[in-house]
Each structure stands twice: as C-alpha cells, then as structure tokens.
T-cell receptor
Framework: DQQVKQNSPSLSVQEGRISILNCDYTNSMFDYFLWYKKYPAEGPTFLIS?????DKNEDGRFTVFLNKSAKHLSLHIVPSQPGDSAVYFCAASATNTNAGKSTFGDGTTLTVKP | GAVVSQHPSRVICKSGTSVKIECRSLDFQATTMFWYRQFPKQSLMLMAT?????????EQGVEKDKFLINHASLTLSTLTVTSAHPEDSSFYIC???????????FGPGTRLLVL
C-alpha cells in the first residue's frame, strides 16, 4: 500500500505560467510534508516544507498548500521557469515516530517550455 | 548550511568485488542517515536507516549482509556493497537529517556500475 502518491508522472507547462504538482497521502499520522527537486544524476534538494498545523507555506515562487481533511497537498510554482524542469518528489513523515524518516512519492517530472 | 557529500561520485568495478561508498555531513551532526537507491526513471527506494552508534535498520527485501552499513560517527556513514553483481548497478544516494527534524539533506549520489 503506497502511503504517498503522486498520480501525475509528468507535467508540462509554458514558461511564465503556473505549475501545480499534486500529492495525496493515506497515513493520518503524517504531520510534516516536504517537496524535493531532483535533476538527473544528482541527489534531491530540499525545496519547501509544511507542518500539519499550517495550511499554506510560501517561499518566493514556491507555495505549498495542505488540505488535511482531504489528505492532499500541492506545490505551486509561479511563474514557472525553464530551470524548474526537474523531477519533484513529495514526502511525508510522522515526526513523533522514527525521526527524520520520510515516505516518498514516485515523483512528477515537470517540463517548463520556453 | 546542511551540506552532505558522497564519495566516490562514480565507480566501476568487476563482478564479485566489494565497493564502499561514504556519506558525510559537512556542516552539521547527523544522528540519522538514510541510504537510497534509484533505478532509471524510478522513484527513490529507501534501503536502510543508519543511526550513529547502533545497527542499521533495513527495509524489507534489502539484504543486510549484502549491503553493509556503518555509522561510526555523527558525520560519517558508509555503505559497502559486498560481492557486487551487475544487478547491483544503480544510483545510490544518502541523506542526513538533523536531530528531531523531518527534513533530509541529500548527497549528490554515487553511480555504481558492476561489470
């Protein structure tokens, strides 16, 4: 049973438009959520996170929204830039259990076209 | 801050040999480190959780005698792929987390090719 799901394997948007990446989870114990960005042949880099006590966190062009009742989170990138083209992983953790261990989704490949 | 390095970045070895990969947290102490592998066009697969001073916790299906993990200090964890075979060829990535933090900081990865 996959506890973190990213149902869209790929997404293509035009430069300057908004990119919306979605993630669903099933484990109600998850209380901390993260997004990572990964380029080919590199390790993932931390992008933005959100605690379950919040429903929105913003950092520059990146905003993460959390809907706890729906067990859904999304990452908004606006405006999208060609350099944003990468694989984006959603991750979730239950901070009162195995500290630091996260469950990852399968990733969504974002392509931003110039 | 929160930089994690891996060495080597790329290694080619003959079948049957052992390969050691190092993961270091450069500017922070990591009580917990994680080892992942990633196959082409696939997600990150967690192999094991490495805690400083104790035995690693392996995920289901990962052979602990095949993938030896040592976390000797708060800044260094090593993964040794023993008696490597071509099917072990993969991209291995480590990560480290600050104590009590849910955020992981990843190394740049090690590409292993077993001939």
């Amino acid at each position: 049973d996959q506890q973190v799901k990213q149902n869209s394997p790929s997404l293509s948007v035009q430069e300057g438009r908004i990119s919306i990446l979605n993630c669903d989870y099933t484990n109600s114990m998850f209380d901390y959520f993260l997004w990572y960005k990964k380029y080919p042949a590199e390790g993932p880099t931390f992008l933005i996170s959100i605690s379950s006590i919040k429903d929105k966190n913003e950092d520059g062009r990146f905003t993460v929204f959390l809907n706890k009742s729906a067990k859904h989170l999304s990452l908004h990138i606006v405006p999208s830039q060609p350099g944003d083209s990468a694989v984006y992983f959603c991750a979730a953790s239950a901070t009162n259990t195995n500290a630091g261990k996260s469950t990852f989704g399968d990733g969504t490949t974002l392509t931003v076209k110039p | 801050g929160a930089v994690v390095s891996q060495h080597p970045s790329r290694v080619i070895c003959k079948s049957g040999t052992s390969v050691k990969i190092e993961c270091r947290s450069l500017d922070f102490q990591a009580t917990t480190m994680f080892w992942y592998r990633q196959f082409p066009k696939q997600s990150l697969m967690l192999m094991a959780t490495s805690n400083e001073g104790s035995k690693a916790t392996y995920e289901q299906g990962v052979e602990k005698d095949k993938f030896l993990i040592n976390h000797a200090s708060l800044t260094l964890s090593t993964l040794t792929v023993t008696s490597a075979h071509p099917e072990d060829s993969s991209f291995y990535i480590c990560s480290a987390s600050l104590s009590g933090s849910g955020t992981q900081y990843f190394g740049p990865g090690t590409r292993l090719l077993v001939l």
